[in-house]
């Protein structure tokens, strides 16, 4: 089979990284390979296997749940595309957080959040980890002065969102990194909300980089899956957490995902250039108390969001709250036509998330569709509110 490459840029890479031809049947896109075993030639060559993926080599394959190929694919692709030496695929967004917390974390040791995360890392930090002896402090991480304040001799990991849910606050990446560094931390940035397109958190300073890839990754909400991306040093540990605990990525959600990022760059624009038009049209309707979307002056975090992510585009989530609470909030989202109730997000189609609990505000996950459709529903949304 001919020499091939994956090119150079990041669209190209978001297509061709990680994959190639398959070389037996010279299948064009990557197989699911659906096996749970391996077969060897002889009781030697098993042997050699066995032993080199229990050393964490993810190539070498006896057992599905150690290794599989698809896996491996999009595990090469994501490395490539994050710039990281390498990448661990689990089961979930949440085995990729629990697995990496746990794979650096032990009795004693104290963790530093956070203090507005995915509720189920909530719960993962406030019940889980207490349990095991791990203490936690929650933190606001645009306060740098207070994360400094929170590290003790007992520290072992910064970790953040890169933008936080649901209030879409924007950390300084590389402010955090040097103070985690400078007291011998991992530093650990969860990037669901943005995507390795908009932002690639290991060239601000962060260590790992992790995502549910559930959401912008996948990008079609048809696959659960999650990626963890760093030094092979700290990812060993993580491989091993995410065996032992039964994490495995499913090979047909990896398959899903990998059909997935080949889009990314295509979808991070789109969305994030319908998110900004969304903003920009709740930010000047009366019946809207506040938004939140980084593209906005208004917004606390515009002037870091904008050299962190370059100034271009800012992602395709964005948070407001209607006038009058609860009963607004409800109004609004329950007179939608086209753009459905949902809890998740970073999907091709436009989901709002209530969120009766906060206030009555309205998480909006912007999708590819044309803007002007989106704008008309949101319009007789509005209709109903005050």
Not at 59 to 88: H, I, Q
Not at 150 to 173: H, K, Q, V
Request: glycine fraction near 8%.
């Amino acid at each position: 089979m001919r020499e091939r490459t994956h090119g150079e840029g990041f669209a190209t890479r978001a297509i061709h990284a990680g994959e190639r031809p398959d070389p037996t049947t010279h299948a064009h896109a990557t197989p699911i390979y659906a096996t749970a075993t391996f077969a060897f030639d002889t009781a030697a060559d098993k042997e050699a296997a066995v032993d080199a993926a229990l050393e964490w080599d993810p190539t070498s394959y006896f057992y599905s749940r150690t290794g599989n190929p698809t896996n491996r694919a999009l595990e090469e692709k994501v490395a490539s595309l994050e710039g990281a030496e390498d990448c661990v695929v689990a089961s979930s967004g949440m085995a990729s957080v629990a697995a990496t917390l746990f794979a650096h974390l032990a009795q004693g040791d104290h963790l530093v959040v956070g203090d507005e995360l995915f509720v189920i890392t909530r719960v993962l930090w406030e019940e889980d980890l207490p349990r095991r002896g791990i203490d936690v402090t929650p933190v606001d991480m645009t306060d740098l002065a207070a994360v400094e304040a929170a590290i003790t001799g007992r520290t072992r990991i910064l970790f953040f969102e890169t933008s936080t849910n649901p209030r879409l606050r924007m950390p300084d990446i590389a402010a955090l990194a040097a103070i985690g560094h400078r007291h011998g931390l991992i530093v650990v940035a969860d990037n669901t909300f943005l995507g390795p397109a908009l932002l690639r958190p290991i060239e601000h300073g962060a260590d790992l980089v992790l995502h549910a890839a559930t959401k912008y990754l996948s990008g079609h909400g048809d696959a659960v899956s999650g990626v963890v991306s760093g030094p092979k040093r700290l990812l060993d540990p993580i491989r091993k957490q995410t065996d032992t605990f039964g994490q495995a990525a499913s090979p047909f959600s990896s398959f899903l995902v990998l059909r997935g990022v080949r889009t990314l760059p295509l979808r991070s624009a789109k969305g994030s250039d319908n998110a900004l038009a969304i903003a920009r049209f709740l930010d000047a309707d009366e019946r809207v108390e506040w938004v939140r979307y980084t593209g906005l002056e208004s917004h606390p975090d515009h002037a870091l969001a904008t050299r962190q992510l370059g100034g271009e585009r800012y992602g395709a989530m964005v948070t407001f709250k209607p006038r009058g609470g609860v009963e607004a909030m409800a109004a609004f989202t329950d007179h939608l036509r086209l753009c459905d109730i949902g809890v998740s997000l970073g999907d091709v189609y436009t989901l709002v998330y209530p969120r009766p609990k906060d206030g009555g505000i309205v998480r909006i996950s912007v999708g590819c569709e044309d803007v002007e459709d989106i704008l008309e529903d949101f319009r007789l949304g509005l209709s109903f509110v005050g």
